[in-house]
């Protein structure tokens, strides 16, 4: 009954999460709506505010567009403008208001030009940017555009965007004095035939890599490809060859009934030992394994072409809805390996499987939601989306992480170490400086790391810009990269552990396989410093505040993967050793 019934709540809220782009048709004369979005700084893409919250031109009433959950989530406020934009009706130079801006709204446009502040606006889905205005290098005087000259295209009966659709900013205004200033908006339109077809139309805005990064990309993605090959071949063949000595010196020592046991052998009776705090590990790969899930299905879709290039938003909220419909992957894990080590507090495991990553997400989001309350930004998220949210979660999240520990712990079934396990943990012996902890974290995140730091750059021009990232099948085959390293270097590091007599290595596979994500956030703040002109409380408040969720997703991912490699192969070499 719960799991019918989130679904039900699940399939409601679909609609609302996902955009849909009809195919639109217009007859010669029909009025086509021009909606205002927003004005963004150039360098602080977070940092979105009202198109309004300048002195434009305003409608007598402003009627607000009726929007997606994905739309609202990407800071959208769409208002219909007065423009009068007509299907191929070309306009002559038209007035649109006369305004007298105030001392204040000089100032407003003062800042926005110099801080290179840009418009968004939409027409038939169709996003059109535009700087608000320009600096004069040469006299550092400030100049308003005051007058927009749209080109559009089209195709018969439909709106095409290519080359041809923009906004030309060709009338300016200045604004370089401090006293009220009469100012004139006005626009003109001018429509041109074009060969494109309505089905393409997507594909032509997909297009915002130029061929010469696309090859780069491929050039460093085949480079990262065959160091990873030659790296996993080579720690394969060492790992593999030193198992067969091994193999081959326990066999002659079992002959010799009075030699002492020596390197991981010895480990028999202690390494399925369980870790302390069994409800948070078992927390941990539970969501691991659905943040997994969450990344395939994402690169999946955005494979396939789901994706409208410009919904940003739509991918967001897909992300919400994926991770609400996991949610019951989660509590399977988490409850099922809790079961599996013994664990008895099982209410406390369901509890941390749920909070694990929406506590720490939520903390964030409230902080930096305020911030933006604060800025009177966009970006703050309006009450009945926040509400909307939470009903998500409690409705669906919530009752499915709940159905799948349930499953998890009624129809697991038992561990089935492939050694018995002493009551007295064996002694670890001490190690020098080069084998502890923190060398061996080092190493586990450093080398994956070198195999996507390329990849990262585009991935963060894109995430913290104004562009798009269109080759997802080389972020695709990146990702597929970064797990098998991340398991193949955490099964060499087990190995070295339990080589040297050190049984404890649960906890040392996630902590190595996540390693990475450190690194991640390190490259982040150097993208912060030296590639990026991000500034301000708010922006640099968003990107370390969201920057630090994601790598925290990326931890428990590839911790999780970490495990899962290091299980299956003490598994397997235990099992291949006779024990008294």
Known sequence: AVVRFAAVCAVMLLACLVSAHDDQ??????????????????????????????????????????????????????????????????????????????????????????????????????????????????????????????????????????????????ATSSTSGGNDVEVTFGYTAKWVDTEVTFEDRTANNEAEHDEGEVEIQWFSIVNSFVLV???????????????????????????????????????????????????????????????????????????????????????????????????????????????????????????????????????????????????????????????????????????????????????????????????????IPSAPWYRGVLAQLAVAGFLPFTAIFIELYYVFISLWGHRNFAPFGILYLVFIILIVVTACITIALTYVQLSHENHRWWWMSICSGGATAVFVYIYSLYFLVNESHMSGFMQISFYMGYMGILCYAVFLMLGSVGFYGSLTFVRLIYRNIKFD
Request: glycine content about 6%; some cysteine; hydrophobic content about 45%.
């Open 229 to 427: 090959v030659l790296l996993t071949v080579f720690v394969v063949y060492i790992v593999l060859r030193t198992l067969n000595r091994d193999y081959q010196r326990y066999s002659l020592l079992e002959e010799e009934a009075e030699v002492e046991e020596t390197g991981w052998k010895r480990l028999h009776a202690d390494v399925f030992r369980f870790p302390k705090h069994r409800a948070l590990f078992a927390s941990i790969i539970g969501c691991g394994t659905q943040v997994m899930l969450i990344f395939v299905c994402m690169l999946t879709l955005a494979v396939i072409g789901v994706f409208y290039p410009h919904g940003r938003g739509t991918m967001i909220a897909t992300v919400i809805f994926v991770y609400a419909l996991t949610a019951v992957i989660a509590g399977y894990v988490s409850g099922s390996l809790y079961k599996k080590m013994g664990g008895l507090a099982w209410v406390h495991n369901v509890l941390l499987t749920m909070t694990l990553f929406v506590g720490p997400f939520f903390l964030v989001w409230a902080f930096l939601n305020t911030v933006a309350i604060g800025y009177g930004s966009t970006a703050a998220l309006p009450f009945g989306t926040i509400v909307a949210l939470f009903a998500l979660y409690f409705l669906v999240t919530f009752p499915l992480t709940l159905a799948g520990a349930l499953a998890g712990k009624n129809y697991s079934g038992d561990f089935d170490a492939p050694t018995r396990t002493k009551i007295a943990p064996r002694e």
């Open 25 to 170: 048709r217009y007859d010669k004369l029909e009025a086509i709506p021009l909606f205002v979005d927003n004005v963004i700084p150039e360098d602080n893409p977070s940092e979105s505010y009202r198109y309004y919250s300048l002195a434009f031109c305003k409608p007598e009433d402003e009627k607000h567009k009726s929007q997606t959950l994905g739309e609202v989530l990407q800071g959208s406020r769409k208002i219909y403008s007065p423009y009068d934009l007509r299907f191929d009706v070309d306009v002559p130079r038209t007035s649109l208001c006369t305004k007298n801006l105030t001392a204040a709204d000089v100032a407003s446009f003062r800042y926005a030009i110099t801080h290179q502040y840009h418009f968004t606006m939409f027409y038939d889905e169709i996003p059109l940017r535009g700087y608000v205005g320009s600096v004069d290098p040469k006299t550092g005087d400030v100049h308003l555009f005051t007058h927009l000259h749209f080109k559009f295209s089209k195709n018969r009966d439909r709106v095409i965007p290519d080359e041809a659709t923009k906004v030309l900013l060709p």
